[in-house]
């Protein structure tokens, strides 16, 4: 029992094209930039947007040939869409019922799934008059209340704030954990899919780009896109032994590599310099400052010469160094901080 | 009386209509919604006499449903309503036709996603919706169906108790007895006001 698809969906000069399969209980994160073809994924699995190609598959049953409201899937939508002329009893509610039970037992099924996100108090309100996290929560509710076989969450937590998001993020993982079904979610940040999910696909430009676990797709980004989410340089070049040679020079790394090679290093491993360091580390070339930016406590450097990079410095070393824009510095990054994969 | 049977009518027939202007994208849609508009801009005795020439005894639908069912519109109560139904129409389905496209098409989507039927779609999401613009549309409706004049007299005439309205016993009062035709103008003219008052406070209350 598993969810199978190879979605295709043509739109003018773009094509969404990827296959996937989702095991019960798993949890899968589409992580993608703006336009890459993530929201539009979820709407063709829900039915929404019509297929070009492809199938969807749950447990060898066709889904694809369903209508929308013929098939096991329960949506939360980004903006919820809950409806506001229903009490939020009534929103949960709406699910069970379209599906044929009584409306005293459709309603029933929706108090205890009220209970269940802890909003058993508010369900008279009417959706204007909840907050944030209170309506995430009630749109939670009304896609399990049907009891799906797929769950769709179309960016779960954008529409919060930042301290209701911590709550709902850490909520929303435990209903998760317990929801027995395959689960799709599309998310731009970086965090929600870690946290929630248990296998991240990265996709640009309406392909997949990379998957693979949290852990695994923060430590060996594949695309600048990748990096720049967890935070990291990233360089291609050709690995020979324990270096890699990119276009402009070649960076020593503690891997060993051959072949078509990524080179991935975090910007707190790099260290600047105003006159060339003594002991001269491997990896050390001359760089000018392209710009600052706070980066939580510290100060990012984008820098630019035979190679972009960025590195967190502390606000003493800036002023300490006279980092400007424009300035020349000497740039190092110890082999040892460095990881070199095949590219 | 006659003007709320003609509303009736026109929600029946206009709502689904409106739905289907709104929603499905069909080949002559701007055909059919000129057709619809026609009756507004019409003068109401030309619309009479294009419903005397389909539906009258002789009209070219009207001979074959006397001949078919015995049924004659012309001169009737039915025609009657026939009538300012036919004028009346176009404001509600222009009304009901603006509150769908204003309507949000995704609340329909996250109720199929639901498991909602499209006629569930319809009646649980889509209509509680546009309720202020159907009510509004209505209302329009059954103040133009009240006041009609020209379509009807052409149309139905104007028999005393069978298809006079209270324009034509107005018009009629005029000439025999001026006082008693002041009296129906004002009880026209209060209705009006009443109704038009109640549309104002429904439009501020949900705007």
Known sequence: MSLDFRLVVDRGAFRLDLALAVAPGEVVALLGPNGAGKSTALRALAGLTPLTDGHIRWDGRDLHTLPPESRPTGMVFQEYLLFPHLSALDNVAFGPRSHGASRAGSRRTAALWLERVGLAGQAGERPGRLSGGQAQRVALARALAVDPSLLLLDEPLAALDAHTRLEIRSALRRHLADFPGATVMVTHDPLDAMVLADRLVVIEGGTIVQEGGPAEIARR??????????????????GSDRAVKLEALTLATADRVEGPAHVAFPPSAVALYRTRPDGSPRNLWEGVIDGLEQHGDNIRVRLTGPLDAAADVTPAAVAALDLTPGARVWVSVKATETRAYPA | MTATIATGLCLVFGVPLAWFLARVDFRGRRLVRALVTVPLVLPPVVGGVALLLVLGRNGLAGRWLDAAFGLTLPFTTAGVVLAEAFVAMPFLVISVEGALRAADPRYEEAAATLGASRWTVFRRVTLPMIMPGVVAGAVLCWARALGEFGATITFAGNFPGKTQTMPLAVYLALETDPDAAIVLSLVLLAVSVAVLALLRDRWVSTS
């Open chain 1, 221 to 238: 980004p594949r695309t600048d896109y990748v990096a720049r989410l967890v935070g990291l340089n990233l360089y291609r070049g050709t």
